[in-house]
Structures are given as C-alpha cells and as structure tokens.
C-alpha cells in the first residue's frame, strides 16, 4: 500500500501563489501515475491535474496556464504549483496514484477509480 501525504495547503489572497506537496512513501513512485484532485464545499470531487511516469501532464481545463504539476523522482514526490489563485479554486485538495503507466498515445487517467491511493487532503483556501 502507497501511503501519500499532502502539505502546502493554506490561506491565501485572489491572485495569489501556493505550492503543494505531495510525498509517496514507496519506492516504485517512478512507475506511477500521479494526480491531484479536488473537492469544494457541497460539491462533488473533481480531477485537478495528473502527470505520468515519463512526465506527460493532463489539466483541468480551467487551471490549464495557472496550475503546474511536476514530479521529483529523487524524492518520491509531486507538486502542484498553482499561480493566479481565484476564490472558485477553494477546497480541499487530495493527492493520488495508481500503478497505471498510459502510454505515449493513452489517455491519462481522470477519474477518482482510475486511483487506488489516496492523501488525506490539504485545505486551499483563497480570500476574494
């Protein structure tokens, strides 16, 4: 069982900055498809951002240019830099992963059952 931990939540203004962290604690991260989702007050749990062994990367369509997602195999862990933070991206952000490696010309995984682990979520939230 991968067992992951988020950090790097918190408050922030409109506009601005946050990095989130997310470490895996086994040592086959590299062979892993990597995500972050997220998951509003009243709402359902949406896919954020995912990127793969070989560093493909697949967005929402509505962070795509303001979020990054990147992945430090040295360290076993993922971030998710997010820039121009808006007041619609408050929530609960969860990291996850799945033994799943698409290849070159697959679709990367964008549903919660594609991932078999998850974090425990770090609360982002962003002040109008």
């Known amino acids: 069982q991968v067992q992951l931990v988020e950090s790097g939540g918190g408050l922030v203004q409109a506009g601005g900055s946050l990095r989130l962290s997310c470490a895996a604690s086994?040592?086959?991260?590299?062979?892993?498809?990597m995500a972050w989702f997220r998951q509003a007050p009243g709402k359902e749990r949406e896919f954020v951002a995912a990127?793969?062994?070989?560093?493909?990367?697949q967005y929402l369509p509505s962070v795509q240019g303001r979020f990054t997602i990147s992945r430090d195999d040295a360290k076993n862990t993922v971030y998710l830099q997010m820039n121009s933070l808006e007041p619609e991206d408050t929530a609960v952000y969860y990291c996850a992963s799945t033994d799943y490696s698409p290849g070159l010309r697959v679709a990367i995984p964008t549903t919660e059952a594609a991932y078999a682990n998850w974090g425990q979520g770090t609360q982002v939230t962003v002040s109008s």
């Open positions: 086994r040592r086959t991260f590299r062979a892993r498809t």
């Open positions: 990127v793969t062994w070989n560093s493909r990367t």
